[in-house]
């Protein structure tokens, strides 16, 4: 079966760190280009990051630059998203996304960044 | 950056009859090698985005033929011929064309009067 499973939200105080990993199972993520997508309560999609396949080639969003990193590393078939000096407005659940021929997104991790 | 702005944002239909959200971009979406990336996702109450339409017009393996994708250069529609139950939801348009970033549309949307 095929699916996509993000982990490691929650609460953080403004100003913390969290790391998203995102793990597929039944295909293998290398071979698709791989985003982090987050919606906030009760807002649209808004695209975040991406990754390619060997991990060579990484893009922000330009409100996460400087303070996320997305890292893959394909023996776990595994996609990380570190973020740092995390912001209330970055509140949002946090989807991470397979695209290609095919496409693959998770459940979704809700991050919530509060005092 | 492209902005990709939808119309209606709301968007209430009856059953069984069609439906057309419209999706307009800042600037055309051809790509140097000639293909557009414009895709359509469907994301139902609680749960996450499926995607329904890609490159325009090709539907995805098990999306019901009543979702047709279609248009060029800036303009972009997705159709239903004849809406169900099941569709209730809210349906977003990506562009994919000019990266990063990926731009979503607002979202439109779709209830049952």
């Known amino acids: 079966e095929v699916q996509v499973v993000e982990s490691g939200g929650g609460l953080v105080q403004p100003g913390g760190s969290l790391r998203l990993s995102c793990t597929a199972s039944?295909?293998?993520?290398?071979?698709?280009?791989t985003h982090w997508v987050r919606q906030a309560p009760g807002e649209g999609l808004v695209w975040v990051s991406h990754?390619?396949?060997?991990?060579?080639?990484?893009t922000y969003a330009d409100s996460v630059k400087g303070r996320f990193t997305i890292s893959r590393d394909n023996s776990k078939n595994t996609v990380y998203l570190q973020m740092n000096s995390l912001r209330a407005e970055d509140t949002a659940v946090y989807y991470c996304?397979?695209?290609?021929?095919?496409?693959?997104w998770g459940q979704g991790i809700l991050v919530t960044v509060s005092s | 950056d492209v902005v990709m702005t939808q119309s209606p944002l709301s968007l209430p239909v009856t059953l069984g009859q069609p439906a057309s959200i419209s999706c307009r971009s800042s600037?055309?979406?051809?790509?140097?090698?000639?293909?557009?990336?414009v895709n359509w996702y469907q994301q139902r109450p609680g749960q996450s985005p499926r995607r329904l339409i890609y490159?325009?017009?090709d539907r995805d393996s098990g999306v019901p033929d009543r979702f047709s994708g279609s248009g060029s250069g800036t303009d972009f529609t997705l159709k239903i011929s004849r809406v169900e139950a099941e569709d209730v939801g809210i349906y977003y348009c990506?562009?994919?064309?000019?990266?990063?970033?990926?731009?979503f549309g607002q979202g439109t949307r779709v209830e049952l009067k």
């Open positions: 996304a397979a695209w290609g021929e095919d496409d693959y």
């Open positions: 039944g295909f293998t993520l290398s071979r698709y280009w």
């Open positions: 990754i390619n396949g060997d991990g060579s080639s990484a």
């Open positions: 600037q055309s979406l051809v790509h140097s090698n000639g293909d557009t990336y």
């Open positions: 490159k325009v017009s």
């Open positions: 990506l562009q994919g064309s000019h990266w990063p970033p990926w731009t």
